[in-house]
């Protein structure tokens, strides 16, 4: 099933994937159909009683390391995002000004189900809710070596679109066998398949619950291939995965003034 979030009528509804529609779950209007043009998409993630650990891998795909012009690591090179850079299907991510490289990454996001702690592999994808499509946008500017958190190059505002929806893992049966692509104003500019990801979903569950607790809710965005390219204001950039779903978002300018610190 494809779940989503969304809000319409002054309110945030729950809904799912019904021939083409959008179904609310909501009491008040539960059974009503809408088309996709009619709301306002929200990350499709439920709300969770604790802080969310947003985890992000670094060259997962040998062919990115390489377009980067970094060794593959040896083991999981990952992050921390803020749950504050996440914004929902056809949102517009801000490209801050006076960046000279700013490039979309598309990548599987695992959302955790229940909680996960010492998990072995051959058990991990046991511990999976679901699956979603993320654009984990980045600052090339920032990136400098992967000894340096990649807090500049990635916890930006509104740099982490995610959805359109939460398909249940019972419906993706091989979630490492997914073709990924992008593309920017209708050109694509990536394609790789989640196959050749160098640390699978199950070794990245089993790697993090070996020294943290992953919670419900929890999400781990697994990296992306190669084929990145520099976006520029207005270019509409779609990423998207075989089975899950495809997640359009616009680049906008930023506002001059509304930042004193912006770009730096």
Partial sequence: MKRARIAWAGAVHDAIEADGQLELLTPAFKGRRMAFDEVVWLPPLAPVPRPRTVLALGLN????AKELAFKAPEEPLAFIKGEASLIGHRAFTVRPEGVRFMHYECELAVVIGKPAKRVKKADALQYVAGYTVANDYAI??????????????????TCTPIGPWLVDAADVPDPMNLALKTTVNGRVTQQGSTKDMIFDVPTLIQYFSGFMTLMPGDLILTGTPDGVVDC?????VVTEIEGIGSLTNTITAEQKGSDPDSGQ
């Fill in 232 to 236: 520029q204001p207005g270019d509409v």
């Fill in 61 to 64: 795909y040998a062919d990115h």
């Fill in 140 to 157: 090339r500017d920032y990136l400098e070596n992967w000894y340096r958190p990649n807090l500049k190059v990635k916890n930006r505002d």
